[in-house]
């Protein structure tokens, strides 16, 4: 049985990884991933603010509520929240090259063009073997239009991928007006990879407190089903490397999500709950569901049931829409 699988140019011994986490920050937990049977580290975000001092951050957020009320000092961004600063981020890297034999894929998440950009360059230089550009905003003001957000995706990307030769992968939400034609624009700027999806955590309003507060759901198998549209829609549109992250939670789960379209598979939240060996699980559910469905290998099974290999196309597009509603019997 062939587990292997290509993702951003790297050939890995397996499509499980642990995804953007806390993990990361303790070297006994990557040994344990690695003993779990993880082909890659992904690390969490370093942050352009982390980069920059976080005066871009502030500025914004200031003159945003500049004219609203004193509460409105609570929405402001956290100077000192960051497990690792720029420093120790590629210190970090380095500490992971040394202590296991795994990639390394670093990630970058910042919502304008800055200085921070140069700082892929130091993380090439540390010894990474990838680097995940996470893009994570809004377009909140009514001004902002649809094409304007697409844009400053691919000037960051396209600054990001000037500035480093290792494999680029780019974090997208699912909030674009088109998923797909962003992903081929990405592709156009030879982007190695998309992760589909990053999730928004939403705010929470405290209602004896009259506060807006963050707050931190995991994701749940629910989560996985947006995964599996958009990873079967895009995987016979596109040549470049697609991972599922978010909403992976069982061995079935990494399955479908093979399935579907994806080279590679991030794990989080199960890894976060259940610790390091939930991984090795999921690995050892995965073999035993392609040894009783006669797969050899992982790439036979990567895009069997994609759009165009989908015995019934529709499931993906509206007239799954249309069936679906007919599905609750009142």
């Given amino acids: 049985m062939n587990l292997t699988t290509k993702y951003l140019g790297l050939e890995l011994k397996g499509p499980l990884m642990p995804g953007a986490s806390p993990l990361i920050d303790n070297i006994d937990n990557i040994k344990r991933l690695e003993d779990a049977g993880a082909s890659a580290i992904v690390m969490h975000s370093l942050f352009a603010e982390q980069i920059e001092g976080n005066q871009v951050a502030f500025n914004q957020h200031i003159e945003r509520w500049q004219d609203n009320f004193a509460?409105?000092?609570?929405?402001?961004?956290?100077n000192d929240g960051f497990t690792f600063g720029p420093?120790?981020?590629?210190?970090?890297?380095?500490?992971?090259k040394v202590k296991t034999e795994l990639p390394v894929i670093a990630s970058l998440n910042g919502t304008n063009l800055g200085s921070w950009v140069e700082h892929a360059k130091l993380i090439e230089q540390a010894g990474a073997s990838a680097l995940e550009l996470n893009t994570y905003f809004l377009g909140t003001s009514r001004r902002t239009d649809a094409p304007s957000l697409e844009n400053r995706v691919l000037d960051i990307t396209r600054a990001v991928r000037k500035a480093i030769r290792i494999p680029l992968a780019v974090k997208l939400s699912p909030f674009y007006t088109s998923v797909a034609h962003i992903v081929g624009r990405l592709e156009d700027e030879k982007v190695d990879g998309v992760v589909l999806f990053n999730r928004f955590f939403q705010p929470e309003i405290n209602t004896e407190e009259l506060d807006v507060t963050p707050k931190l759901?995991?994701?749940?198998?629910?989560?996985?089903?947006?995964?599996?549209?958009?990873?079967?829609?895009?995987?016979d549109q596109v040549s470049l490397s697609l991972a599922c992250s978010g909403g992976v939670h069982t061995p079935l789960d990494v399955v479908k999500a093979l399935l579907a379209g994806a080279d590679s598979v991030q794990v989080v939240a199960e890894i976060l709950t259940k610790g390091p060996a939930r991984l090795g699980e999921l690995l050892t559910g995965l073999k035993e569901w392609m040894k009783e469905h006669e797969y050899e290998s992982v790439a036979q099974m990567i895009g069997a049931l994609s759009l165009r290999s989908c015995p019934d196309a529709e499931a993906y597009e509206r007239g799954n829409y249309l069936r679906t509603l007919q599905l609750w019997k009142v």
């Fill in 87 to 96: 420093d120790e981020y590629l210190g970090q890297i380095a500490k992971i």
């Fill in 217 to 235: 759901d995991l994701s749940s198998s629910e989560d996985l089903r947006l995964r599996l549209r958009w990873l079967g829609l895009l995987r």
């Fill in 71 to 78: 509460e409105a000092t609570t929405f402001f961004p956290a």
